[in-house]
T-cell receptor
Framework: DGGITQSPKYLFRKEGQNVTLSCEQNLNHDAMYWYRQDPGQGLRLIYYSQIVNDFQKGDIAEGYSVSREKKESFPLTVTSAQKNPTAFYLC???????????FGSGTQLSVL | DQQVKQNSPSLSVQEGRISILNCDYTNSMFDYFLWYKKYPAEGPTFLISISSIKDKNEDGRFTVFLNKSAKHLSLHIVPSQPGDSAVYFCAASGDPSGTYKYIFGTGTRLKVLA
C-alpha cells in the first residue's frame, strides 16, 4: 500500500525543546517537501529536497532543520529557535518536475 | 510577496450548480498548476493539474482553465455536491533551473448547500 506516512499525528513541545517529525514515503519519489499550515492560512514551504543528501530552504526555514540520508525519509526538526511552532505540519513528495505533489496526513504540533 | 493568490476566502453554492474557484499568480515562469482539496486536520488531496502549454484540462466534474496572458486560473466543479465542501488550494511550480518548488495560495473555503 504505497503512500506517505507522517508520525506522530499529535506532538507536544516543551519550552526550549527540539522535536522531530517523521516523514516516510514508499512511492520511490525523488523530491520531498515540508509545509506548515497555520489556522485559516495557506501552506508555506519550510524545506524541500530534490535528491538524497541535498535540500534547500523554503520561505520559512528559520528555526527548522532537515536531513535527507535516505530517499524514502525526510525528517523535520523543530528547534528551540522556532518561537512560534504551533501549527499543522505537512510532508509531501513528488516523482519529479511538473508532476503532482502527494501529501501525508499531517502532524499537529502544539506548545505546552 | 505572495506569488499565488486566492482572493476569495469563501464561496457558497447551491447543490447542483457550478462552483468556480479562482487563482491568480504573478511569476510568469510558472509552468505547471495544480488544485487540491483539503479537509481540516488532513493532508490535501490532489484534484487536477494543467501544464502551461494547455488552456483547459478536464477530469470528470472538475475542469481547470488557464489564461496565461492574465496569469489566472480557475477550477470549475459541475455539478457541485455537498461532499465538495472543503478548502481548495491552487498551487504553481516552475523555474528555469528546474527546481521542484511548489507555491500555494491561501485557499478558498467552498460550502455546497443542499
Amino acid at each position: 500500500d504505497g503512500g506517505i506516512t507522517q508520525s506522530p499525528k499529535y506532538l507536544f513541545r516543551k519550552e526550549g525543546q527540539n522535536v522531530t517529525l517523521s516523514c516516510e514515503q514508499n512511492l520511490n519519489h525523488d523530491a520531498m517537501y515540508w509545509y506548515r499550515q497555520d489556522p485559516g492560512q495557506g501552506l508555506r514551504l519550510i524545506y524541500y529536497s530534490q535528491i538524497v543528501n541535498d535540500f534547500q530552504k523554503g520561505d520559512i526555514a528559520e528555526g527548522y532543520s532537515v536531513s535527507r540520508e535516505k530517499k524514502e525519509s525526510f525528517p523535520l526538526t523543530v528547534t528551540s529557535a522556532q518561537k512560534n511552532p504551533t501549527a499543522f505540519y505537512l510532508c509531501a513528495s513528488a516523482p519529479g518536475y511538473s508532476s503532482a505533489l502527494f501529501f501525508g496526513s499531517g502532524t499537529q504540533l502544539s506548545v505546552l | 510577496d505572495q506569488q499565488v493568490k486566492q482572493n476569495s476566502p469563501s464561496l457558497s453554492v447551491q447543490e447542483g450548480r457550478i462552483s468556480i474557484l479562482n487563482c491568480d499568480y504573478t511569476n510568469s515562469m510558472f509552468d505547471y498548476f495544480l488544485w487540491y482539496k483539503k479537509y481540516p486536520a488532513e493532508g490535501p488531496t490532489f484534484l487536477i493539474s494543467i501544464s502551461s502549454i494547455k488552456d483547459k484540462n478536464e477530469d470528470g466534474r472538475f475542469t481547470v482553465f488557464l489564461n496565461k496572458s492574465a496569469k489566472h486560473l480557475s477550477l470549475h466543479i459541475v455539478p457541485s455536491q455537498p461532499g465538495d465542501s472543503a478548502v481548495y488550494f491552487c498551487a504553481a511550480s516552475g523555474d528555469p533551473s528546474g527546481t521542484y518548488k511548489y507555491i500555494f495560495g491561501t485557499g478558498t473555503r467552498l460550502k455546497v448547500l443542499a
